[in-house]
């Protein structure tokens, strides 16, 4: 009777402590010796099949060890004798043989069939599953010898279970995110600027993707690719000033692969190259106003609330521009975003400029060019653009003023598809003149 009883209360909490967080696998990968492995059986050169892994966030199967080496041989079975691997060798020896996955050499282990790697047979590796040769590896012609191939993915986290009463109960429900990678959800958007993203990205409880691993970088450079024919995509890196980076989820800035095109001066958030040019996979400044599609991440396994809270996230240019702001009031300065650097292409910005009681408004610009009769700066004499015009400016203007009759001012900038330049700044003052 009271063994009974303590294996009541014991049993519950023994089965919780070994139930969390199970490796699983996802798009039909299977779990051998804690990788998540998959045989595509279609014969395909070396880049097809590289793309083919690619096109669901994998690379083709590495091997580093005497296990892994076996897991391939588990995972092919008897379908196909030969299956492509990961591995490209510049030269006919082992340590000049590069895993496709960024992880160095195949120095450290290697299963070569004796006489090989031989690069006057073909640079890239293939493994033999039968015969006198199994489990060793050879040298291959890369576009002239259609093999099968075994594609590799990192294992993610399922949703979490315990036992109460000896029933398994899911509390926290399996994650089917379509994009479901390393222990994080992905999703792509369609275009917005960094901000809207950013808010759009935590109504799922996540962030701008982080990106912290060369693999996390070529997932997430594949993944925006089906999605978008747009050439820069954000992830959620911010360059606040030269030098200065960081993730806005908060993860340290261990891993960067900021492209050579970057110029600090020219925007404060980032994006990363998503068409197959020179830019592809790297990360670049851009105008935060500047919309583009997007990625966002947060944990597998975790449930999101219904309406969960935004925290704003505010780039932090170093001269404000308010841009869209409601109600200045005055004295203070508005400028084209980015001043005194270029303002972007396709931009809207309103300013609602207000003063006290009696006063009226003086706008005093102090540097004015745009693009001629395309980029053009209204002033409405009242608080909306239903007021009447008081005038419309485009071109090299230098400085000049601009004055209302009442309280209120509202001013408007827009740029149109094509031709930046600095744009405007101004103050605005409360004055009583005439
Ligand atoms: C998972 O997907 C199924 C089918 O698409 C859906 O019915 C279910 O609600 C999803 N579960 C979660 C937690 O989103
Ligand atoms: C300012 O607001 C307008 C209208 O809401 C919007 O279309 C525009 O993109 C905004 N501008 C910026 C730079 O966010």
């Known amino acids: 009777m009271q063994f009974a009883v303590i294996a009541f209360f014991l049993f519950p909490i023994f089965y919780t402590a070994f139930a969390a967080s199970t490796p699983v696998c996802t798009n039909g990968f299977t779990l051998i010796n804690s990788k998540c492995l998959r045989l595509y059986t279609t014969p395909s050169s070396y880049s097809a099949a590289e793309e083919s892994c690619r096109s669901v966030g994998a690379t083709l199967v590495t091997i580093k060890s005497a296990n892994d080496n076996q897991a391939i041989t588990t995972i092919v079975g008897s379908t196909v004798s030969l299956v492509w691997m990961g591995l490209y060798c510049l030269d006919s020896d082992p340590s000049k043989c590069l895993w496709d996955d960024s992880t160095g050499s195949a120095g450290i282990y290697s299963n070569f069939a004796s006489g ?104 997430v450079s594949t993944l925006a690719n089906p999605w978008t024919s747009s050439d820069w995509v954000y992830i959620g890196a911010m360059f606040p000033r030269s030098n200065a980076f960081a993730w806005i989820d908060g993860s340290v800035w261990s891993y960067n692969n900021i492209g050579p095109s970057i110029s600090p001066s020219s925007g404060y958030c980032a994006v990363i190259g998503n068409s197959k040019t020179s ?5 670049v400044d851009t105008g935060c106003s500047n919309a583009w599609p997007f990625v966002c991440k947060r944990p597998a396994g975790t449930q999101c609330p219904q309406n969960q809270p935004t925290v704003t996230v505010t780039p932090v240019p170093t001269n404000p521009s308010y841009c869209n702001s409601t109600l200045l009031l005055a004295p203070g300065v508005i400028t084209s975003p980015n001043y005194p650097q270029n303002y972007d292409n396709n931009l809207f910005c309103s300013y609602q400029l207000t003063t006290l009681g009696s006063y009226k408004i003086l ?31 485009s071109g090299n203007l230098g400085s000049f003023n601009v004055a209302s009759t009442g309280n209120a001012m509202y001013v408007t900038f827009k740029s149109d598809w094509s031709n930046v330049y600095q744009g405007f700044s101004a103050k605005f003052f409360s004055y009583s003149g005439p």
């Open 279 to 283: 830019n592809y996979g790297f990360w």
């Open 116 to 219: 090989f790697p031989l690069v006057e047979i073909g640079k890239c590796v293939y493994y033999s599953v039968q015969g006198a040769l199994a489990g060793k590896w050879v040298s291959g012609d890369c576009d002239n010898d259609p093999r099968a191939y075994v594609c590799e993915l990192p294992y993610t986290i399922a949703g979490e279970y315990i036992k109460f009463l000896f029933v398994k109960v899911l509390i926290d429900v399996s994650d089917n995110c379509t994009y479901n990678y390393n222990g994080f959800c992905y999703s792509v958007h369609s275009s917005a600027p960094f901000v809207q993203a950013q808010e759009i990205c935590e109504q799922e409880c996540g962030n701008l993707a982080s990106i912290n691993s060369e693999m996390e970088n070529r997932y």
């Open 363 to 393: 706008l005093k610009f102090s540097g004015f060019i745009t693009e001629p009769n395309h980029d053009i700066v209204k002033v409405y004499n009242g608080d909306s653009s239903d007021k009447p015009l008081l005038g419309s400016y």
